[in-house]
């Protein structure tokens, strides 16, 4: 756009459109890094501001817009975690990476959380070098130190060193290990592994009824008789994963019933994942982890502030419920033990 600049002898020329000293509006800028932060491959960016004012924007300029962002998502990662969270969510995606020339594998660590109202909130996101103990170490330290509290229940995978490390900080929280995971089955894909291709359907129906009993007490029991039955199936391998990981998959009952379905898998956060995945893919690889890390927290950010995180998840009023049973339960039983 060519201006006539009127001449004047004493004021200085003030537009109201584009402040003094810049060469852009600040709104066509953010225009340009949402696009970038919602999808938008770079070359279209610049098909895009090519189109609108005849001048092809670069993907370094691009990247110099988004700087003047990640300050303000830094903040949002790093900033304290207010009141309690009953049930975590952790995981981590794996994206690439330029180094030297090679391409190469970064962890972006994840963390999502159901609070004592029954919404939903990104706790944290972090760089893991990898999904080692380290490195859940390192995520799970800085989440503490933030404020993470009131953890009842972590629902995650199991990942190497990720146990132990939940055992470390919160001791007395439970943990789930994921039943589901784009239906395929974790656990029982493990048992599988020592199932003959014939039996496979019939194990599968007494794997499932495990976890359609009314109760951890009635699946326990179930579980046994399962147990049983692969030993006389001449299975003794399927029936030793089955007799040491059952109790990993059965934690999500001691919670109220209308909370085991959200409970029992890891998929809040893998739904989560997939639009974080659907944005990087135009990415491709990243120059660096921290350059990853940023556009990761920057759509986590975003979708946390859509309905996902503006609707309640979860009804929490049933949890208080369950506590105060179990608590007049308990009291009962001590009146009747001292009587």
């Not at 225009?31 to 932060?37: D, K, Q, S």
């Not at 949002?76 to 020339?101: E, F």
């Not at 995650?156 to 395929?184: H, I, M, N």
């Not at 998929?267 to 990853?292: C, H, I, K, M, Y």
């Amino acid at each position: 756009m060519t201006l006539k600049v009127p001449r004047l002898r004493k004021l200085p020329l003030e537009t109201a459109i584009i402040e003094r000293y810049k060469r852009r509006e600040s709104s066509v800028e953010e225009a340009l890094i949402e696009m970038y932060l919602a999808g938008v491959s770079m070359r279209r960016v610049e098909d895009i501001t090519e189109a609108l004012w005849g001048v092809r924007t670069s993907a370094s300029t691009v990247s110099s817009m988004a700087q003047k962002l990640y300050a303000q998502i830094e903040g949002w990662r790093n900033r304290p975690i207010q009141g309690r969270h009953p049930y975590v969510y952790l995981d981590g995606i794996w994206l690439k990476r330029s180094w030297g020339g090679e391409v190469k594998n970064v962890a972006v660590l994840i963390a999502i959380g159901v609070d004592a109202e029954g919404y939903r909130e990104v706790l944290g996101v972090a760089e893991g070098t990898k999904e080692d103990a380290e490195s859940w170490r390192t995520f799970l330290r800085g989440l503490k130190e933030r404020g993470l509290s009131g953890v009842r229940l972590f629902v995650t995978d199991k990942c190497l060193g990720l146990v132990e490390a939940l055992g470390e900080f919160y001791p007395d929280s439970a943990w789930q290990r994921c039943l589901f995971f784009e239906d395929w089955v974790h656990w029982y894909r493990n048992v599988m592994t020592a199932v003959p291709s014939g039996k496979v359907k019939e194990v599968m129906a007494m794997l499932k009824a495990v976890h359609a009993q009314e109760d951890r007490e009635a699946a326990e029991t179930k579980a046994a008789q399962v147990v049983g039955k692969l030993e006389g199936m001449r299975l003794g391998k399927a029936a030793a994963i089955v007799r040491e990981g059952v109790a990993e998959t059965l934690a999500y009952m001691a919670f109220p019933r209308e909370h085991w379905r959200s409970l029992r898998t890891n998929n809040p956060l893998e739904r989560l994942n997939r639009e974080v995945r659907r944005r990087t893919r135009v990415v491709g690889a990243f120059p660096d982890g921290q350059s990853a890390l940023m556009l990761v927290a920057a759509r986590l950010r975003h979708v946390a502030g859509t309905r996902w995180g503006l609707r309640r998840y979860m009804d929490m009023s049933r949890l208080g419920e369950m506590d105060k049973a179990r608590e007049l339960m308990t009291m009962q039983e001590a009146t009747v033990a001292v009587a």
